[in-house]
């Protein structure tokens, strides 16, 4: 589970992922994003992993696109050679890597230190918890490059997160926000020092291993469709039919024990 650009620590049913191309700031080459691609898929239908948290080696979460690397790739994003259909494929590819990151049943936690631009912004966004380190700067830099300002996904989750007004200002400028007022808007659950992110994370991941695996894979999957849901009902439906779901399984009958044993609960996911 480890490449010298990706490596995957596993930590029971924790995967602890890096970024590691410290040197360029985890930019995003061709092969990590591959990585990503590769490591989200076959997330999917791996329930051993309960829970991810994603951060960057050296000095930067990810910097976005390696642009060094990208000049004269046909995997650029809205490269000439090969005509718009193979800049739409390369386009399509790295978007799809938070397209993977939603479907993913996992809770995925984001440990932001340093730059998170462009798509290493995208990366934050789609996950759904957000640490900053006091180091955090994070922007949409696609409109500084001649590009339109949404990208992989930014223009969905960023209104959602901040509202309409603030993702306004920061597609329309590409500006940087820093890690206080990323607090400040809830773009980001909490500030700490950049050395002390994984201590952060640690209680959250603690935490969510308390739950039953079945109910937090469907907590995940019910949040995400009721964010867009067209109603109350379709949300209470989906809820409904969640719970309908868990209190079927050994793990509800377990909790139950649990929770009137005062102990920590022992769950088989089944």
């Known amino acids: 589970m480890t490449s010298g650009i990706f490596q995957v ?32 898929h076959n997330l999917y239908f791996d329930h051993s992993v ?8 050296g000095r930067a979460f990810c910097a976005g696109l ?23 494929r390369a386009q399509r590819r790295i978007a799809e890597i938070v397209m993977r990151m939603r479907r993913a049943p996992q809770p995925i936690i984001s440990l932001v230190h340093g730059a998170a631009s462009g798509g290493g912004f995208a990366l934050a966004l789609a996950s759904d918890v957000r640490i900053a380190g006091q180091s955090a700067r994070m ?8 590009l339109s300002a949404c990208d992989i996904g930014v223009s969905y989750f960023l209104p959602r997160l901040v509202g309409v007004s603030i993702a306004s200002e920061l597609l329309l400028t590409g500006a940087f926000i ?3 007022r990323a607090l400040k808007v809830n773009l980001v659950s909490d500030v700490v020092a950049d050395d002390k992110l994984v201590e952060r994370a640690r209680p959250l991941v603690e935490s969510m291993l308390g739950a039953s695996p079945l109910g937090l894979r469907l907590t995940k999957e019910c949040l995400n469709m009721s964010v867009d849901a067209g109603s109350l009902e379709a949300a209470v ?9 868990c209190a079927q399984t050994s793990d509800f009958r377990e ?9 920590r609960p022992v769950y088989a996911d089944r």
Request: glycine share 8%; aromatic share 6%; charged share 25%.
């Open 237 to 245: 439906a989906m809820e409904d039919r969640n719970q309908i779901l």
């Open 66 to 88: 390696d642009l060094k690397e990208h000049a004269n790739s046909n995997s650029s994003p809205g490269a000439n050679v090969g005509g718009p259909a193979e800049g739409m």
């Open 50 to 57: 309960r829970i991810v948290v994603l951060k960057g080696a």
């Open 255 to 263: 909790g139950v024990r649990a929770f009137l044993e005062k102990r």
């Open 9 to 40: 620590a596993k930590d029971g049913a924790v995967d602890w992922v890096t970024l590691n191309r410290p040197e360029r700031l985890n930019a995003l080459n061709p092969a990590l994003v591959d990585e990503l691609l590769d490591y989200f």
């Open 139 to 146: 922007n949409a830099a696609f409109i500084r490059l001649g």
């Open 178 to 180: 820093d890690a206080q």
